[in-house]
């Protein structure tokens, strides 16, 4: 499970889908409808918010929307009840291991949107969230 803290924006059509089921499933995860995934640590940050429920409703709300300006169709109304003012705290390191993780995996299915995201040094945050020092989160597994 990934669930990106960069703008859905970089994504390519192939992440961007798998943006949308990962972030149903999470949805399903934080309502305790699922088995599975239950202590994923993709989830701690939401599961910190007094809404949790509705803190990923939100992320999911700019990633249908994303799916909307390309022309995609995501169903909206599997969306849950969104938080308002909700803003949940992401590190300049995660970001910049995020940008580093994303440009690996478009180096080998996107050359288009892998040239797209050349020229970003600081990528913009998905919308939940707000940039602040620090290096990787303590709860992001390091891929090798």
């Known amino acids: 499970m990934r669930l990106w803290s960069?703008?859905?924006?970089?994504?390519?059509?192939?992440g961007l889908v798998a943006l949308?089921?990962?972030?149903l499933l999470a949805q399903k995860v934080l309502a305790g409808e699922t088995k599975g995934y239950r202590h994923h640590p993709q989830l701690l940050r939401f599961r910190q918010q007094a809404d949790a429920s509705g803190a990923i409703a939100s992320y999911l709300r700019e990633v249908q929307q994303e799916a909307e300006r390309r022309g995609y169709h995501f169903d909206?109304?599997?969306?849950?009840?969104?938080?308002?003012n909700v803003k949940i705290s992401v590190?300049?390191?995660?970001?910049?291991?995020?940008?580093?993780?994303?440009?690996?995996k478009l180096e080998v299915r996107d050359a288009a949107a892998l040239q797209r995201s050349e020229g970003v040094q600081a990528p913009d945050p998905h919308p939940l969230f707000e940039v602040v020092q620090g290096g990787v989160e303590t709860w992001e597994v390091i891929s090798k």
């Open 20 to 23: 949308w089921r990962e972030g």
């Open 76 to 84: 909206a109304s599997k969306i849950g009840s969104c938080a308002r």
């Open 6 to 14: 960069l703008h859905p924006r970089y994504l390519d059509a192939r």
């Open 91 to 104: 590190t300049r390191g995660q970001m910049q291991y995020e940008m580093a993780h994303l440009r690996a």
